[in-house]
Every structure is written in C-alpha cells, then in structure tokens.
C-alpha cells in the first residue's frame, strides 16, 4: 500500500471557525491532490501541487486554501468553514515516469463535519 | 473540459456471473488515460485498471479488463465471475494530456451488489 496518511480522520467543527487538513506521505510522489466526495458527485478535485510551492485550483476551489512547503505534506485550509463544506476528503499521489502517468493513489479520507 | 458519464447508479447481479460497468468519456484531447477504482463500504479508494488512449489492447488485471472503445469514447469496466466481496462503488476517471497537469476527472459512480 501506498503511504499516505491523513489527520484527522474525523472532525466536527462549527460554522466560521478555521479548519486544517493534513496529507502526508512516504512515497516521494511529486504530484498531490485534494478532492472532496459527497453523494452524486463522485470526487471533485480542490486543489493540486505539482511541487514544492507550487500549486493550483481544482473544479471547487472557493473557500479553500492550500499550501506545500515539503514534498511529503499537503495542507488543505478552509479559513472560515460552512456547512456546505461538510464532505468527506481524500488526498492523493501520483507520479509520472518517462512522460506516462501512473495512478493515483488514496489516503483513507477524512470525515469533517460542519455544524 | 473533460466530462466522464455514469450512466448506472446502481447494479444488482448474480453471484459468478459477469458484470459490465458502462463509462463514456468526452474530451478534445488526443492523448489522455482512463482508470476504474473501487470503493467498498470502509471508504478507501482501490484503483483497479488503466487504459491509455494509444494503447491498442483492451488493459486487464486479473478478473478485471477494461472494454476501450475509442470511436464511441466508451471504457466500460468488465469484471468477470463476480464474487461477494466484488460488491462497492464503482468509479471511473480520466486524465487529460497536459504533461506537469495531471489531475482526474471522476464519474458520479456505480453501486454494484452481488447477490449471493
């Protein structure tokens, strides 16, 4: 399996307060992502790091923030959570070899629940 | 822009039997990747297969093949003798062919249940 973990696992959190999500990995992929899960979207990507510093916006963007200083975390920020943030996260990995992408690869996902 | 399509929110099939998951794709690119990745009810995501858009043959991995249909952009996932534990969400995605820009865009998924 790949290593990649995600703190926390759940949360509960109120409306308005600012909430971090952690990703870490031990695989040295140069690619992450975050995507949120909700019920008849599938997964929607957030936002994406192509590198240390260097990042860019998913599909569903607004509200959040992200931030990679090392290549084994990527940081999701939501600075002033709502409830329509309440979703289920995932982070993922991914790399890319003599110009063909792999897979991505899955952390465990993390419940955050807005109230 | 990339659009996956999933047609069937949900499949009930015969313990054993074969079952076919239908995906369609659009996209303007010339060079882009398809995946399946499952999702049982613990919540992880598994990737089961890939097909790239220049590969000739249809990818397989083990009871799983993919049916790449490029001229009617279909990549529908093929499992055959389907077994309990085959029962989950069923997703698939795609990858476009911007090198340094590999992001997925995922279809709203299948429930697949096999019934015993």
């Known amino acids: 399996d790949a290593g990649i973990t995600q703190s926390p696992r759940h949360k509960v959190t109120e409306t308005g307060t600012p909430v971090t999500l952690r990703c870490h990995q031990t695989?040295?992929?140069?690619?992450m992502y975050w995507y949120r899960q909700d019920p008849g979207h599938g997964l929607r990507l957030i936002h994406y790091s192509y590198g240390v510093k260097d990042t860019d916006k998913g599909e569903v963007s607004d509200g959040y923030s992200v931030s990679r200083s090392k290549t084994e975390d990527f940081l999701l920020t939501l600075e002033s959570a709502t409830s329509s943030q309440t979703s289920v996260y995932f982070c993922a990995i991914s790399d890319s070899r003599q110009g063909e992408t792999y897979e991505q690869y899955f952390g465990p996902g993390t419940r955050l629940t807005v109230t | 822009a990339q659009k996956i399509t999933q047609t069937q929110p949900g499949m009930f099939v015969q313990e054993k039997e074969a079952v076919t998951l239908d995906c369609t794709y659009d996209?303007?690119?010339?060079?882009?990747?398809l995946f399946w990745y499952k999702q049982p009810s613990s919540g992880e995501m598994i990737f089961l297969i890939y097909q790239g858009s220049y590969d000739e043959q249809n990818a397989t991995e083990g009871r799983y093949s993919l049916n790449f249909q490029k001229a009617r952009k279909s990549a529908n996932l093929v499992i055959s003798a389907s077994q309990l534990g085959d029962s989950a969400m069923y997703f698939c995605?795609?990858?476009?062919?911007?090198?340094?820009?590999?992001?997925?865009?995922f279809g709203t998924g299948t429930r697949l249940t096999i019934i015993p």
């Open positions: 996209t303007s690119d010339q060079s882009y990747g």
């Open positions: 995605a795609m990858r476009g062919s911007n090198f340094g820009n590999e992001k997925l865009t």
């Open positions: 695989e040295n992929h140069r690619y």
